[in-house]
């Protein structure tokens, strides 16, 4: 696949909503250890959210990511806004554009830059960024190869993996678990896994 096509956009979407509600409570668990437990509870609410926008039937790439947006950019918490804006980028870059795997890792790397910009963050604060900025570089790296769509998705999600693992060994300097120290130490943060779990759903996408 050269390009990422409408269906395929909505069933990564629909996809990413499934494993976001299978996998809540193990996020919501991971909040509650390193955080203030309320993770778990926004996720849901913006996925539902989500799955209600996406019943419009988009019509694009674009609206689909525009969709997920727009539902993470109206939950409460510090992550669902910053993911509201990270997916936002994913639909200015998309827009009335074919959408190659140059067009996603664009659309990757500008979002982790919004992220970093409003959050703050770098790699190694034990943050979503630990997940963003190494799946954006090899989502970019592998459209830079000429890989297809399919196959830079899921590069992005094993990168976005390795990332999100490398945070149980972190201690904190942004968000909620700052504030508790040690504490959080071994414990992964929920962003970032949300993160690779996104990229997952793209690689894995729903028939």
Known sequence: MTALTTEHA?????????????????????DRQAGD??????????????????????????????????????????SGPLFGMWFREFAKATKGREVTAVVLGEAATNAVAV?????????????????????????????????????????????????AASTERLLAKRGRASYVGEHARGVVDPGALTVAYFFDAAATPQS
């Open 115 to 163: 992220v970093q910009r409003l959050g703050k963050a770098e790699v190694g604060h034990k943050t979503m960024v630990d997940a963003m900025v190494p799946a954006a570089e090899a989502l970019s790296a592998a459209a830079a190869r000429g890989s297809t769509v399919p196959d830079a998705l899921a590069e992005a999600a094993s990168a976005a993996h390795v990332g």
């Open 10 to 30: 909505r069933a990564w979407a629909d996809r990413f909503v499934s494993v976001g509600a299978e996998r809540n409570d193990e996020l919501t668990e991971l």
């Open 37 to 78: 437990g309320d993770y778990g509870t926004n996720l849901r609410s913006a996925l539902r959210r989500a799955a209600v926008n996406l019943a419009d039937e988009p019509t694009s790439p674009h609206e689909v990511f525009l969709a997920v947006s727009e539902a993470f950019l109206n939950t409460g918490g510090t």
